[in-house]
């Protein structure tokens, strides 16, 4: 018989599994995933990080979109939700607003928040929803056919642009922070260490959060451009990400193959629309607003 321990989550985990296992629906493994992409290095990070966070994961939910990234909501042991496409954002907001004590995070990639979905994510921005996103960029579509995708670098080839990209792609930091975020980060799947520590920090704030991690798709993205294995992206991402904390997110747009610049942009406090909301009815109607219990609208026993 196998011994067992007690995670800081309260959750059994035996003594031969993975530190993550408790966090992971592991009936559903093996996962779908190309070998070599990033995203399960990411999931990995986010796990670690609820974990050192000792976040109460019945109080957790995650949502996620279409694509490949999407499928995170379908791997994680916690509530979740896998909505359709680009509607990841708009599915957290009410589920939010409905359960305001839950922490809900967004867990999807780039063609799904910021291509489909992407006026949903300037007015939740906008409005500075309790949300944390997390958006992992591999710069193209990779589940539909390696399509342009809205943060393909100028010059990259996809299946729809196989002579070069000439349009120009979202930087994201800058889009997430003129838009009203107040937390900005960007990291690569090569950075763990850090990507844990700034998915902990982001936990432990308030209103909209938005992560963006840089990761390899070697699958499409890779073979299109001719940029070797996945070894080879990760080496990549070694020898041109550089860290610059506070860096004006105005001026950290992606080059094809050039550097990545990486940190924490953006890290100030505002007050979140639920807040605002709040204040304003109270101001507004006095004793006939009745707020929303903190355990939720619905019926608790």
Known sequence: MSRVTESAAGREVASQEHPVAPYLRMDRMPHIWCPTCGIGTVVKCFATALEEA???????AIVSGIGCTGRVAGYMNLDAFHTTHGRAIPFATGLKLGRP??????????????GIGG?????????????????????????????????????AKTSTMPYGNFE???????????CGAVYVARWTSLHTRRLTRSFKEALGRKGFRFIE???????????????????DLMRFYHDNAEIRHGADPREVDIGFQEKIVCGKFIDEERPTFSELMHAHYEKTLGDKYVPMPPEGGWTHE
């Open 54 to 60: 000792k976040i109460d994961l019945d109080k957790m």
């Open 101 to 114: 004590e839950l922490k809900v995070t967004v867990f999807s990639g780039d063609g799904d928040l910021v």
């Open 119 to 155: 006026n949903h994510f300037i007015h939740t921005a906008r409005r500075n929803m309790d949300l944390l996103v997390i958006l992992v960029n591999n710069f193209i579509y990779g589940m539909t056919g390696g399509q342009n995708a809205p943060t393909t670098p100028l010059g």
């Open 168 to 178: 120009r792609p979202f930087n994201l930091p800058h889009l997430a922070a003129s």
């Open 213 to 231: 991690v840089i990761a390899p798709c070697s699958t499409l993205y890779a073979r299109l451009n001719r940029l070797g294995t996945g070894f």
